[in-house]
């Protein structure tokens, strides 16, 4: 390994990637609020847009990156709760490393339970 | 390995710090917003039909109670504010010209502003009467909404 740089805690390792992921969804889900908000504020101006609108999120293609915004939503939501215990616990910064893999663990039985139902709805209907 | 990692000496500023309170902000919001996306998820996704259970009568149905509507204001303020001031963060880092990073900055505000007054606006003047179409739109779903509604 002579080119990996010496005396780092932090590039390269969990640190790091948990920070990297937990920008990309927070920003994955920003810009879906966005729209978000939008789609749903047709309920009041437009009932019959509105469900014309909402009819695009019942397709299989929308449906799938529902799947994924809410991968990303369980992922930044458990990842965020990290980040306040390594802040505000006093033995968070020591253990997170092992609550990292809590994060990913907890994320995945959640994405479980949710994805099959989800799923089954959307390619129910197509 | 274990890695010893020092207290910070920071010294204490009088004044108001207001990036210590945007700090603040993303923890507190970051903890409520897990209970409200999560049941926000729960109640839209997993129970019942799923995405196909929503539409035009389904919203009604749901702004009937007050209940979700505090839940549904509290969430919209709560993460457009968390959005936003985490999106600042990253124009901060990735903005190298000062004139561009303020701009970003400002335009992040008045989208974050503007998308909190539609949202109220659309939830606290929201009515399931509208018109003749919307009150078909409820369909036999919404028949409770619907008989609220003063006949036409
Ligand atoms: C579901 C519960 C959520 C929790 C627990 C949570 C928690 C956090 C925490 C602790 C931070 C770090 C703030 C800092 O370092 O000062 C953060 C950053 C961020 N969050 Fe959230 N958040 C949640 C939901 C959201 C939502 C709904 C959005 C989008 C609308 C969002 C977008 C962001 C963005 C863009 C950042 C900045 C990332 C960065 O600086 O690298 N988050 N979040």
Redesign the pocket.
């Known amino acids: 390994m002579a080119n990996r740089p010496a005396g780092t805690l932090y590039r390269g390792k969990v640190g790091m990637w948990s920070?990297v992921l937990?920008?990309i969804t927070?920003?994955a889900?920003?810009f879906f609020?966005l729209v978000h908000v939008l789609d749903t504020a047709l309920v009041r101006i437009d009932p019959a847009g509105y469900d014309a609108v909402i009819a695009t999120y019942k397709t299989w293609y929308i449906g799938l990156g529902e799947t994924g915004l809410v991968a990303a939503?369980l992922f930044?939501?458990l990842n965020?709760?990290r980040?306040?215990l390594i802040d505000f616990w006093r033995k968070g910064a020591k253990f997170q490393n092992v609550m990292f893999w809590v994060v990913i663990g907890l994320a995945v039985l959640l994405f479980l339970g949710f994805a099959p139902r989800h799923l089954i709805n959307v390619f129910s209907h197509i | 390995m274990s890695v010893v990692i020092e207290t910070p000496r920071s010294r204490k500023r009088p004044g108001f710090n207001l990036e210590k309170y945007g700090?603040m902000y993303?923890?507190l919001s970051?903890?409520l917003?897990?209970i409200l996306?999560f049941g926000h998820l729960f109640a839209n996704l997993m129970v019942g039909e799923g995405i196909h259970a929503i539409n035009f009568a389904f919203v009604a149905g749901k702004w009937a109670s007050p209940f979700w509507q505090v839940w549904d204001v509290t969430m919209l303020v709560l993460?457009l504010i968390?959005?936003t001031n985490?999106?600042r963060?990253?124009v901060n880092d990735y903005a190298e010209v000062e004139w561009i990073r303020r701009t970003l900055v400002w335009l992040l505000w008045i989208v974050c502003a503007t998308l909190i007054v539609i949202g109220i606006l659309a939830l606290t003047t929201f009515t399931p009467c509208g018109d003749a179409s919307s009150i078909s739109l409820l369909g036999k779903d919404g028949a409770n909404v619907a008989a609220l509604c003063p006949v036409k």
């Open positions: 920070w937990h920008r927070g920003v889900i920003f609020l939503i930044h939501s965020g709760i980040i306040i | 700090w993303m923890r970051g903890v917003l897990v996306i993460a968390h959005g985490g999106m963060t990253l």
